[in-house]
């Protein structure tokens, strides 16, 4: 590997150079770099949801959050249809997640736009290639990846890392108010999703 390849930006660098608030997890699974990368792109992302009563949990409490928010502002909760997949080779380029770029077999960028921080869920519907230049206030912009690395002849280092970047400083104060109690629970989720990835990599070598 040479010292420019080493040096060359990631993607989610190019996408979110500089960010209010980052979370990275790592695991490491078995197989080489292109056989994980495949099960990145194909891993169901709902059976963290489903196989996790910490995950389930989690998203009980923030749904019970956001139902009290309604009902003290006397307003109905529409409450999204919950998928029955979620693979990142199914997103779109347009949509409320989409893919931002792709670099394999090292790394996959996804994103998404909104305000999720006073006891309201709302994503943007956005295009990938707008997602770098946004820049509305009263918004973040969420940048994700992951990320493989060969570590040692069999097995290859999955990252996992997202990062937040407010459009104003009133929307910052309040994403930084929802981010630092819910930091380490947000890793949690994560860890099961980079768990998820872990078991379809096993089941295909």
């Given at each position: 590997?040479?010292?420019?390849?080493?040096?060359a930006?990631?993607?989610?660098?190019?996408?979110?150079?500089?960010?209010?608030?980052?979370?990275?997890?790592?695991?490491?699974?078995?197989g080489?770099?292109?056989?994980?990368?495949?099960?990145?792109?194909?891993?169901?992302f709902?059976?963290?949801?489903?196989?996790?009563?910490?995950?389930?949990?989690?998203?009980?409490?923030?749904?019970?959050?956001?139902?009290a928010?309604?009902?003290?502002?006397?307003?109905?909760?529409?409450?999204?249809?919950?998928?029955?997949?979620?693979?990142?080779?199914?997103?779109?380029?347009r949509g409320?997640?989409?893919?931002?770029?792709?670099?394999p077999?090292?790394?996959?960028?996804?994103?998404?736009?909104?305000?999720?921080?006073?006891?309201?869920?709302?994503?943007?519907?956005?295009?990938?290639?707008?997602?770098?230049?946004?820049?509305?206030?009263?918004?973040?912009?969420?940048?994700?990846?992951?990320?493989?690395?060969?570590?040692?002849?069999?097995q290859?280092?999955?990252?996992?890392?997202?990062?937040t970047?407010?459009?104003?400083?009133?929307?910052?104060?309040?994403?930084?108010?929802?981010?630092?109690?819910?930091?380490?629970?947000?890793?949690?989720?994560?860890?099961?999703q980079?768990?998820?990835?872990?078991?379809?990599?096993?089941?295909?070598?």
């Open positions: 590997m040479t010292t420019a390849s080493i040096a930006p990631m993607l989610i660098e190019q996408l979110l150079p500089d960010y209010d608030a980052v979370r990275i997890e790592h695991r490491v699974v078995p080489d770099l292109e056989a994980t990368y495949a099960a990145v792109m194909r891993a169901d709902m059976r963290a949801w489903r196989d996790s009563a910490g995950v389930r949990a989690l998203f009980a409490a923030r749904a019970l959050g956001e139902k928010v309604a009902a003290a502002s006397r307003r109905a909760l529409v409450e999204p249809p919950v998928p029955e997949s979620l693979r990142v080779e199914d997103m779109p380029q409320e997640w989409v893919v931002l770029g792709e670099d077999p090292r790394e996959v960028a996804f994103g998404a736009i909104g305000r999720f921080w006073s006891g309201e869920t709302a994503w943007e519907q956005i295009v990938a290639t707008e997602f770098a230049a946004f820049a509305a206030p009263g918004f973040a912009k969420l940048a994700c990846n992951f990320s493989v690395r060969a570590y040692g002849a069999a290859t280092l999955v990252s996992y890392e997202c990062r970047l407010a459009t104003d400083d009133v929307a910052r104060a309040g994403f930084l108010r929802y981010w630092r109690p819910l930091s380490p629970f947000i890793g949690v989720v994560l860890r099961a980079l768990g998820v990835v872990a078991d379809e990599a096993a089941r295909a070598g």
